[in-house]
């Protein structure tokens, strides 16, 4: 959980999970929630943190899918 200055201004809570699936199988996903008065003024940078989240899975995908099992 990440907040500016104070609680209610501008939250962000960004949560990663693993689940299982079977067969050495695990799905990778992750969230972030934005809250806050100032949520309605932070569109670029949804954008930007909406990239970043898109690369991060690529690199996590091409590393776990170069590994062995």
Same mark, same amino acid.
């Given at each position: 959980?990440? +907040? =500016?200055?104070?609680?209610?201004? #501008?939250? &962000?809570?960004? /949560?990663?999970?693993?689940?299982? %699936?079977?067969?050495?199988?695990? +799905? =990778?996903?992750?969230?972030?929630? #934005?809250? &806050?008065?100032? /949520?309605?003024?932070?569109?670029? %940078?949804?954008?930007?943190?909406? +990239?970043?989240?898109?690369?991060?899975?690529?690199?996590?995908?091409?590393?776990?899918?170069?590994?062995?099992?």
């Amino acid at each position: 959980m990440g +907040r =500016f200055l104070v609680p209610g201004i #501008f939250d &962000g809570e960004h /949560t990663l999970a693993i689940e299982p %699936l079977g067969q050495g199988r695990v +799905r =990778f996903s992750q969230v972030e929630r #934005f809250s &806050g008065a100032l /949520t309605m003024f932070s569109g670029k %940078l949804f954008d930007r943190t909406q +990239r970043g989240f898109e690369a991060m899975n690529e690199a996590v995908k091409r590393r776990s899918e170069s590994l062995e099992p």
